[in-house]
């Protein structure tokens, strides 16, 4: 009888919350309140909320209590349903382009369909790329600061390919790497199916805290620390070259590899030097052309020590085998004249232009970020629920992020990412100032 009244708690509260007759946001009684209310045992209801957090309706806050989440999207698919739905103003992902990106590919088209070498495209390739597209690799590198020979260049289907390929090559499942608490949701899916253990680093305005990574080399086994310090995704930090130094100088000192994510890295103009150049025999430098150029382009590059790329060549090997000769053709042929060069100095602008749209738009606001990113972080105000402000911003056709797929803590922080790069900016300004009422609202409403 027990189990049967217990089953019908959960049963009734699941289907109230799928049917929105409890809203996202609403604080449920607490686990004493709930079974006074049923007549359940306290252990028991305890096991009723359990129940609810594992088939993804509520979460449960450490001093604060049991939540509603957003169901109106199943989580699994939210992320692409909002990305890609016709009637979203997307603020969610990122994909930067700018006008006559498409002239630009149909001139690439072309000239490859009057050259020579159009039967090599169809054949397999090196598993790290062909000798002369990791040379134009190296190339570009070096001007933005990293000097190093063609043959430690490994050509990827795109950045995340890249740090898949870092993890499948050089850790071990169960190994423990030192990530910040807030950080690219990408490798968290990658360690998630790797079977990695994060340990998170707390923020400081200059990256993460180099302190607690010393105290955590000292109390744990750290395989590795992955670490984005060039225009930090979300937070937008670029560590100064005397915490690049610090970390090294840890890393070093307790073998850590280091795995640099650079994606967004060449929106910061005269940036302090790369982990690589700093650790050469320890980084591994992922970057590509997704946000520089297009997302559509999976054209990514590792770099990395002499004695790793056999080991990472046949990662590549084991997933992909290489990267299509097509895709490197066209960016290697941008690579080399000038193209990539050029947008990312167009994109450099168009992000400074939509950081001021977005930051007269929330003016007031707590809002954290780099004068030169695509995209805000912005914690909300006490007692401010992110899941209510998303579901509120959704029924106003916006899609934003909360902090979830951001955070490694196991209490997750009230805050929303914005991403500034994929509406026009008067579209992008209308949206955010919709934002900022709607924040408004749930906070003082």
């Given at each position: 009888m027990a189990r049967a009244r217990y089953k019908g708690v959960v049963d009734a509260l699941s289907a109230a919350i799928r049917a929105g007759k409890i809203a996202p946001g609403t604080r449920l009684p607490t686990h004493r309140e709930l079974a006074a209310q049923h007549g359940l045992a306290l252990v028991t209801a305890t096991r009723v909320y359990a129940e609810l957090a594992a088939m993804g309706l509520v979460s449960g806050e450490t001093g604060r209590g049991t939540f509603v989440k957003d169901t109106s999207v199943s989580p699994r698919q939210d992320a692409d349903q909002r990305a890609f739905a016709d009637d979203i103003v997307d603020l969610n992902f990122n994909y930067p382009s700018l006008p006559g990106q498409a002239d630009s590919l149909r001139n690439a088209l072309r000239a490859l369909a009057s050259s020579g070498d159009l039967e090599a495209l169809l054949r397999y390739q090196s598993h790290g790329g062909r000798p002369h597209e990791r040379a134009s690799v190296a190339l570009h590198l070096e001007r933005r600061g990293l000097s190093i020979p063609a043959d430690r260049v490994l050509i990827v289907n795109g950045a995340q390919q890249g740090l898949a390929v870092a993890a499948l090559a050089m850790l071990q499942p169960g190994d423990a790497v030192a990530v910040d608490a807030l950080t690219y949701p990408g490798f968290k899916v990658l360690a998630d199916a790797h079977r990695l253990e994060l340990l998170p680093l707390p923020p400081t305005t200059d990256g993460p805290d180099l302190d607690a990574l010393a105290q955590l080399c000292?109390?744990?086994?750290?395989r590795a620390i992955y670490v984005i310090p060039t225009m930090h995704n979300p937070l937008g930090w670029v560590m100064s070259q005397q915490a690049r130094e610090g970390l090294v100088a840890i890393a070093r000192r307790h073998g850590l590899l280091i795995i640099e994510d650079a994606a967004y890295a060449y929106l910061v103009e005269e940036p302090p030097p790369t982990l690589a150049a700093l650790a050469p025999e320890s980084t591994i430098y992922v970057s590509?052309?997704?946000?520089?150029?297009?997302?559509?382009?999976?054209?990514?590059?590792v770099v990395a020590p002499n004695e790793f790329v056999s080991a990472l060549e046949r990662a590549i090997h084991a997933t992909t085998w290489n990267t299509p000769a097509l895709m490197s053709a066209i960016a290697t042929g941008w690579l080399n004249?000038?193209?990539?060069?050029?947008?990312?100095?167009?994109?450099?602008?168009?992000?400074?232009?939509?950081?001021?749209?977005?930051?007269?738009?929330?003016?007031?606001?707590?809002f954290v970020g780099h004068p030169s990113s695509y995209?805000?972080?912005?914690?909300?105000?006490?007692?401010?629920?992110?899941?209510?402000?998303?579901?509120?911003?959704?029924?106003?056709?916006i899609s934003v992020s909360t902090a979830e797929p951001f955070a490694t803590t196991k209490n997750v922080p009230h805050a929303i990412r914005l991403a500034l790069a994929s509406v026009s900016p008067h579209v992008l300004g209308d949206s955010l100032h919709t934002v900022r009422r709607v924040i408004e609202a749930c906070t003082f409403g």
């Open positions: 000292i109390t744990r086994q750290i590509g052309l997704s946000k520089s150029v297009a997302t559509g382009l999976r054209f990514g590059f004249d000038g193209t990539v060069t050029r947008l990312e100095e167009e994109k450099r602008a168009d992000a400074r232009r939509r950081q001021t749209v977005a930051r007269k738009a929330l003016d007031g606001l707590n995209f805000l972080w912005l914690p909300l105000p006490e007692e401010t629920r992110a899941d209510k402000v998303a579901a509120a911003l959704m029924r106003e056709t």
